[in-house]
């Protein structure tokens, strides 16, 4: 395998000192290296399992989302945008880093599951580049705001991923202390330091919204970058008063305008500071909606956690006045990989080429430019190690399996070959495999490809990466003062 440049030899490559490295906090970041005055500030704004069919400019009729509506007329809505997987932390190593979970070793835990506990020994590896690190490069000024989930020891966390601040939980929040593990009480957590637990999750959407508010407005005359990964809607749900018992879809849906009220206020806190025009944002989700009540992933079949579309396909809002046509729909296949090839391209840069990143530029198709195609000739489903599903074009093959993986529980046996148009079909009810077996054969040839490339259960690929690893992990502690 071909040596990964790390860290410090990037930083080296061009031209930071190695100081760059020390855990920062936002007041400490100096350097600057390029003229930036052109270059767009960026937020990512990630939701917690918030569904296809959750938000009014996709199609919920409960859920009261004025902003992102506001939002949605004011830039394009990506309607085949992608996660890379149904649960948290495989889909957030790839929104981090621009590849497959497999390829960063980050499809499943130090046991085995299918996401990161408190204290696992794994984490997104820090050799990694992150879109933190490659925009901290570019002289943008960095702040993670929310839940993480990449892993919770020292090395793992946003301060030494690329961001110079962070404000949040490092993992879900249903992950709060329990009698029998090892688990502490759910920490919140500034830069490296636990300074409440268990937090008040119910002013958490609050205290995030604040705080990204107060960074943009204290970073408003230099680029910046902010990922805002809400804890909500995850369960368990919490709300803050001034939402509680408002809206027509009970708990989820006060929990859901709440974050539409945040996106508002963020939207506004741009367009004041003048910074509408310099700013992309872009809105959507690390995974669909569970199967509970009150959630919708719209038209899609399954939930969160399945290789069906309402698994992975997001609600998808990327909003630049000035810059993305208004009031858009771009259906093309796209996805949270590639947000790091598109913004490396509009702050200047490049995306590492020492390494493979999966992700495209897709600025073509935000800009609308007449003609752009998705850069993707597949994308793949996978479920923990198991390839499941490949999309190319319009088609969708779900792969015959002797044992279809699931992320808890036992496997489903004999899972028949399925192909569907979801152009005609975005539902995935109708099986056309038989009308089109030149269509399953090429998507089985892709699939072949991933599986050498990426890995498939019960053998590796030949181009993954190792993630991070620590021996002896410690639960994140309130420290006694
Ligand atoms: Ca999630």
Redesign the pocket.
């Known amino acids: 395998m071909k040596k990964i440049l790390n860290r410090r030899d990037f930083f080296k490559s061009v031209g930071l000192a190695a100081t760059a490295l020390a855990a920062p906090s936002c007041s400490s970041f100096a350097q600057q290296t390029a003229d930036t005055s052109r270059r767009p500030n960026f937020v990512i704004i990630f939701c917690?399992?918030l569904g296809y069919g959750d938000i009014g400019c996709f199609g919920s009729a409960k859920n009261r989302t004025p902003n992102l509506d506001r939002m949605a007329a004011e830039g394009t809505r990506f309607t085949s945008f992608y996660v890379t997987s149904g649960?948290?932390t495989p889909?957030r190593s790839s929104l981090m880093t621009g590849c497959y979970p497999r390829r960063v070793n980050m499809h499943q835990n130090d046991t085995g599951l299918c996401v990161l506990f408190p204290v696992n020994k794994k984490g997104l590896n820090p050799d990694e580049i992150t879109i933190a690190d490659l925009l901290k490069r570019q002289g943008y000024t960095t702040a993670c705001v929310g839940k993480w989930h990449l892993g919770d020891q020292p090395p793992f966390l946003p301060t030494r991923q690329g961001f110079d601040c962070y404000f949040g939980i490092p993992y879900s929040n249903d992950m709060g202390s329990r009698k029998d593990t090892n688990r502490p009480p759910l920490p919140l957590v500034r830069n490296e330091k636990v300074i409440e637990a268990p937090a008040d999750q119910n002013t958490l959407t609050k205290r995030y919204t604040e705080e990204v508010v107060k960074f943009i407005t204290a970073n408003k005359d230099k680029p910046f970058f902010v990922y805002l990964p809400h804890t909500m809607p995850?369960m368990p749900l919490h709300v803050s008063d001034a939402f509680r018992g408002r809206s027509a879809n009970g708990l989820y849906g006060d929990v859901v305008e709440e974050l539409d009220w945040s996106v508002g206020q963020i939207l506004q806190t741009l367009r004041e500071l003048d910074l509408a025009e310099k700013t992309l944002v872009v809105f959507t989700s690390?995974?669909g909606a569970t199967g509970g009540k009150g959630r919708s992933n719209g038209p899609l079949r399954g939930h969160?956690g399945t290789t069906w579309e309402g698994g992975q396909r997001e609600p998808c809002i990327v909003w630049w006045p000035g810059n993305v046509p208004t009031g858009k729909t771009c259906d093309e296949l796209t996805c949270t990989m590639d947000l790091l090839p598109t913004f490396a391209r509009l702050a200047g840069t490049k995306p590492p080429d020492d390494r493979i990143i999966d992700g495209k530029d897709i600025w073509p198709l935000m800009a609308g430019q007449k003609a752009a195609k998705s850069p993707h000739e597949a994308f793949y489903y996978y479920q923990v190690d198991q390839l499941q599903a490949v999309r190319s074009g319009k088609w969708k093959l779900h792969l015959a399996l002797k044992q279809k993986r699931k992320n808890w529980g036992k496997p489903t046996p004999d899972v028949p070959l399925q192909l569907y148009d979801l152009h005609a079909d975005i539902g995935e009810t109708n099986n056309v495999a038989d009308q089109h077996p030149e269509v399953v054969k090429r998507l089985l040839a892709l699939a072949q490809k991933a599986r050498d490339d990426l890995g498939d259960i019960g053998r590796e690929g030949k181009n993954q990466r190792p993630a991070g690893w620590v021996e002896n992990p410690k639960p994140l502690l309130l420290e006694p003062n």
Do not use: A, Q, T, W
């Open positions: 917690d399992d649960v948290c889909s995850h690390d995974n969160k």
